[in-house]
């Protein structure tokens, strides 16, 4: 078993510890942590709680995981944070277990968390996901695969943001946002298809000409939400992801961003 793990890392020999797996100056590792093969943990960092790190992961300066959730319900239940494969986390991004036992704080594979930035309780981030410098999650966020969060964005607790989503820098989120979707601002704006995403994603001609259609009738139509649901029905192709807007919407509990 190869292992680098420096001489002043605090390393609970309880911990799981895989592979190539390096720690580096000063950071503490908890009792309930397991990471898996080819994790990388620079200085100062702490991971503590029921914390799994899956293989090939970066952990960068002072990061902090697996931490109590700040939520003044939580009763000191024995919850968890799992990460997935691949994933970047940087520095002094924080990353709080989840408040409860039945569902672990989760951010997926390939993944990157830039500077400062903050995953609250409970939330469940998919594949694939951006957030920049200083992106601030509330809570029991959902975030699909695919979104980009541009920096200094909160996103307010129990939000839902559909894939392929891109949110602008600078924004609040306090709705929900609809998957294929680009907008920005405060208040925040949903100003059209995430059309380069969509292309740099392998998205054919036909289905982004398809969303487009979609996102007329839903954004441009001047009609209510189950009117325009009901338009989209019976007017556009029920590809996959017309089918995901569709179920995306019907779904929300907190309205969406228009």
């Given at each position: 078993m190869s292992q680098i793990i420096h001489p002043t890392a605090i390393v609970d020999p309880k911990a799981q510890i895989g592979n190539d797996v390096e720690i580096g100056p000063y950071s503490i590792i908890g009792p309930k942590v397991i990471l898996h093969e080819g994790v990388k943990v620079s200085s100062n960092v702490v991971i503590d709680g029921r914390t799994t790190i899956g293989k090939g992961c970066r952990i960068f300066h002072s990061a902090v995981i697996?931490?109590?959730?700040?939520?003044?319900?939580?009763?000191?239940?024995?919850?968890?944070?799992?990460?997935?494969?691949?994933?970047?986390?940087?520095?002094?991004?924080?990353?709080?277990?989840?408040?409860?036992?039945?569902?672990?704080?989760?951010?997926?594979?390939?993944?990157?968390?830039?500077?400062?930035?903050?995953?609250?309780?409970?939330?469940?981030?998919?594949d694939r996901v951006i957030l920049a410098?200083?992106?601030?999650?509330?809570?029991?966020?959902?975030?699909?695969?695919?979104?980009?969060?541009?920096?200094?964005?909160?996103?307010?607790?129990?939000?839902?943001?559909?894939?392929?989503?891109?949110?602008?820098g600078f924004s609040r989120v306090s709705q929900d946002i609809a998957p294929y979707t680009r907008g920005a601002s405060v208040p925040y704006k949903t100003v059209g298809l995430n059309s380069v995403g969509l292309q740099r994603n392998n998205f054919s001609a036909e289905t982004r000409a398809t969303l487009k259609k979609l996102y007329k009738i839903f954004y441009n139509s001047n009609l209510n939400t189950p009117q325009a649901l009901e338009k989209i029905k019976s007017e556009i192709e029920m590809i996959d992801e017309v089918k995901h807007f569709i179920k995306f919407i019907e779904n929300s509990e907190r309205g969406i961003a228009k």
């Amino acid at each position: 078993m190869s292992q680098i793990i420096h001489p002043t890392a605090i390393v609970d020999p309880k911990a799981q510890i895989g592979n190539d797996v390096e720690i580096g100056p000063y950071s503490i590792i908890g009792p309930k942590v397991i990471l898996h093969e080819g994790v990388k943990v620079s200085s100062n960092v702490v991971i503590d709680g029921r914390t799994t790190i899956g293989k090939g992961c970066r952990i960068f300066h002072s990061a902090v995981i697996g931490t109590e959730p700040q939520d003044l319900k939580y009763a000191g239940e024995d919850s968890a944070v799992e990460i997935g494969e691949h994933t970047t986390i940087r520095e002094f991004a924080t990353i709080n277990r989840s408040s409860n036992i039945k569902q672990p704080t989760r951010v997926g594979n390939n993944c990157l968390l830039m500077i400062y930035t903050h995953v609250a309780h409970d939330c469940q981030l998919g594949d694939r996901v951006i957030l920049a410098n200083s992106v601030n999650l509330a809570g029991h966020v959902i975030i699909e695969n695919n979104v980009i969060i541009g920096g200094l964005t909160p996103v307010h607790q129990f939000v839902h943001i559909g894939c392929f989503a891109f949110i602008g820098g600078f924004s609040r989120v306090s709705q929900d946002i609809a998957p294929y979707t680009r907008g920005a601002s405060v208040p925040y704006k949903t100003v059209g298809l995430n059309s380069v995403g969509l292309q740099r994603n392998n998205f054919s001609a036909e289905t982004r000409a398809t969303l487009k259609k979609l996102y007329k009738i839903f954004y441009n139509s001047n009609l209510n939400t189950p009117q325009a649901l009901e338009k989209i029905k019976s007017e556009i192709e029920m590809i996959d992801e017309v089918k995901h807007f569709i179920k995306f919407i019907e779904n929300s509990e907190r309205g969406i961003a228009k």
